[in-house]
T-cell receptor, first 113, second 114 residues
């Protein structure tokens, strides 16, 4: 199994531009999570899905952030418009049923200038 | 609200030492607790998962214990090696929510010197 796949690995963009981060979970996992990691705040859960349905998006910082999961093998996290304070590493993770732990992707390092 | 604390924030030890990393959480109602390793610029690698009904888990030189009633977990690393240098994160899955939802501590940055 290839593990959780994220793209791009690095993204540099200018303030005001739209950014789309992509994630492919491990096949057979029915939970998908988006996290953001910064030095100041550590790892924060943004949103998670179960069977492609968003369950809790209370961690999404504001309306500029949106996430979708159109099918079991693909999810996107979109920021529009992006701001410098969005600069962070964004991780996607997936989990099988019955609480058997989470498996993380390599992350996307986003820099907004 | 569940909070996870890891002490110390950083630790430096000479190669070969046995060491203990600490994790505490404020609400004992959890599904499980997971220890991760994160190398600089990389993602998280799961090390050990302890279900709420378990007391400990072992993998190679690593042993994690869980005392749910006191809200504590420890990660024991035997005979440390320079390759163990990384940040170690503890995370709990709160009961009452999704079993997959995790709340993370800020991590302990471990440096093992040759």
């Amino acid at each position: 199994d290839a593990g959780v796949i994220q793209s791009p690995r690095h993204e540099v963009t200018e303030m005001g531009q739209e950014v789309t981060l992509r994630c492919k979970p491990i096949s057979g996992h029915d939970y998908l999570f988006w996290y953001r990691q910064t030095m100041m705040r550590g790892l924060e859960l943004l949103i998670y899905f179960n069977n492609n349905v968003p369950i809790d998006d209370s961690g999404m910082p504001e309306d500029r952030f949106s996430a979708k999961m159109p099918n079991a093998s693909f999810s996107t996290l979109k920021i529009q418009p992006s701001e410098p304070r969005d600069s962070a590493v964004y991780f996607c993770a997936s989990s099988p049923p019955s609480g058997a732990g989470q498996y993380f992707g390599p992350g996307t390092r986003l820099t907004v200038t | 609200k569940q909070e996870v604390t890891q002490i110390p924030a950083a630790l430096s030890v000479p190669e070969g030492e046995n060491l203990v990393l600490n994790c505490s959480f404020t609400d004992s109602a959890i599904y499980n607790l997971q220890w991760f390793r994160q190398d600089p610029g990389k993602g998280l690698t799961s090390l050990l998962l302890i279900q709420s009904s378990q007391r400990e888990q072992t993998s190679g030189r690593l042993n994690a214990s869980l005392d749910k009633s006191s809200g504590r977990s420890t990660l024991y690393i035997a005979a440390s090696q320079p390759g163990d240098s990384a940040t170690y994160l503890c995370a709990v899955s709160p009961a009452g929510g999704s079993q997959g939802n995790l709340i993370f501590g800020k991590g302990t940055k471990l440096s093992v010197k040759p």
